[in-house]
């Protein structure tokens, strides 16, 4: 089955310890379309500028993902520049420029009409919202968010959560929507808000995904996957979205909606997450095999299992 | 076989947001030695002044262990005095009385001799140096640390790391040992200053451990042991030293010394980890059952475990 993203095509400068890049491909639906594309068919919605030239659009192209959501507006495409420094945990913004991304109104090609699987990228939570209500079609809805919109948008935002099955965030973000600073309470007191299940991305330590009660299959248990030790993170850029691109992907290409999928599926985004750092931008994804992939994945396997 | 322990006897004051308590049991050889009573014999050598009693000594001899090495001096023993905030990942000391552990000078006692595993508790470099070289007869030798001596004894405590197996450390400390921020990186350094195995432990979010190419089994992949999401950690004091009572008892009540066995080790020390922080001090320690510890290390390895 198909999967939908709906976010950002951002054009990147990028530092890091181990080099610089300039008005590289970037954006939260590009590095979820990228990395789900291994696993299913993706969809995009976005906006891009008139400097959205072919040689971009090839990045799709070649991974076949259908890009027909993809608006063209006068003007330019979302820039964003940041640093990373030693612990390359966290980003320094060095400046954003919004350009057509600043009125983006997504835009449901009519051919998108029968999706299943939904991705509501890190966007104003009144358009995720918007989004959703107009696809009636979907199964299965999956959503990120960040801290701007925790703080300031909040009353959109907690509605917007009524609307998604899984939420993807890190534990920092969990921890500012429940006004909590445990994460298993935090967790607890999220999917009484909506979702029936929370995925938590832990960073250099993997994540962990909470289910409600009974959704899914039995019980209440989380569930942890790893995360590879890397010796050398060239660029963090995308890791999160990479990661929701393999869980959803995954998901998305699976027949059942069970808690064996949905732990399969946080495997999947943690290694998809690891090949995305490996090189700077997406150069890394564009690139890939499903052999490698699933190799990794066995890698991961490896990485916590007992005999 | 059993295991031997040199390290503190205390008694600490706590106070978590759980609540407060004074002047309980504590010291790192004190939850070393209950943690690792569930798996092996154990013994002990640290120091105690004139106020350990016989209702203190009697916690130990409830587990059988061996406190022919606790030395009784005039004085006062150890004391701590600490809080945790709102993340209980940091302790902030409000005052150390070292008393009697002042000047301790770790006396083995004959009996010990036959000592086949060893755990250097964090103590001064010099004296777990001095212990070990005077124990021939030791197999397997652990240690840990803290950014005391990293940062203030380097030069000894580098000596002392050549006569060790394995170090069992938090990341802050690799990182500040290795003079590297990359944990992975670290971990590579630290193998080559003595140590074939690294563990490193993370906290809410478990521990790897690190082997040295060859050392113990085939390869150099490293392992990782998830830690159990806790809604209520009442009391952090002492989950290191647990976990290490777990990780050498195990290892100690185990005919070989292979990887397997030193990964279901990195379980089991996440297991008694886990146990110590859901009570004030040692209480939880005191009252365990063998039963109950391996119905953890089922939930550990469930939380990771893919059909």
């Given amino acids: 089955m ?30 979820f379309a990228l990395a789900a594309s291994y696993f299913t068919e993706v969809r995009m919605v976005a906006v891009v500028g008139d400097d959205f030239g072919p040689e971009h659009e090839e990045v799709f192209k070649k991974r076949k993902i259908d890009t027909r959501g993809i608006e063209r507006q006068n003007g330019k495409t979302f820039r964003w520049g940041g640093r990373y420094l030693e612990n390359l945990n966290e980003a320094k913004t060095d400046f954003t420029e919004l350009n057509v991304f600043e009125r983006f109104q997504p835009q449901i090609p009519p051919e998108y009409a029968d999706t299943k699987f939904l991705f509501l990228g890190n966007i104003d939570p009144s358009l995720q ?19 701007y919109w925790i703080n300031d948008f909040r009353a959109e935002l907690l509605e917007t959560l009524k609307l998604m099955n899984v939420l993807l965030i890190n534990d920092a973000e969990a921890k500012a929507i429940a006004h909590e600073p445990s994460l298993p309470r935090a967790a607890r007191k999220i999917l009484t808000m909506g979702p029936q ?13 909470f289910f409600r009660e009974g959704a899914f299959g039995i019980g209440s248990h989380p569930f942890r996957a790893p995360a590879l030790p890397i010796e050398e993170v060239k660029d963090p850029t995308g890791a999160g979205d ?66």
Same sequence: chains 1, 2.
Avoid at 8 to 27: K, Q
Avoid at 129 to 147: C, I, P, Q, S, Y
């Fill in 2 to 31: 198909s999967v939908l993203v709906v976010g950002s095509v951002a054009f990147d400068t990028i530092a890091t310890p181990s080099g610089r890049v300039e008005n590289v491909l970037g954006g939260s639906a590009t590095y």
């Fill in 129 to 147: 919202a918007a989004v959703k209500l107009e696809m009636d079609g979907v199964r299965f809805t999956g959503g990120d968010t960040m801290n």
């Fill in 197 to 209: 299940a929370l995925v938590t991305k832990h960073g250099e330590y993997g994540a962990t995904i």
């Fill in 242 to 307: 990479s990661f929701a691109g393999g869980f959803m992907g995954y998901i998305a290409s699976q027949e059942q909606l069970s808690r064996e999928v949905l732990k399969r599926a946080l495997f999947y985004g943690g290694v998809m997450g690891s090949f995305a750092v490996e090189r700077f931008g997406t150069e890394r994804l564009q690139s890939l095999t499903r052999a490698e992939i699933d190799g990794r994945f066995q890698v991961f396997r490896e990485l916590t299992h007992l005999e």
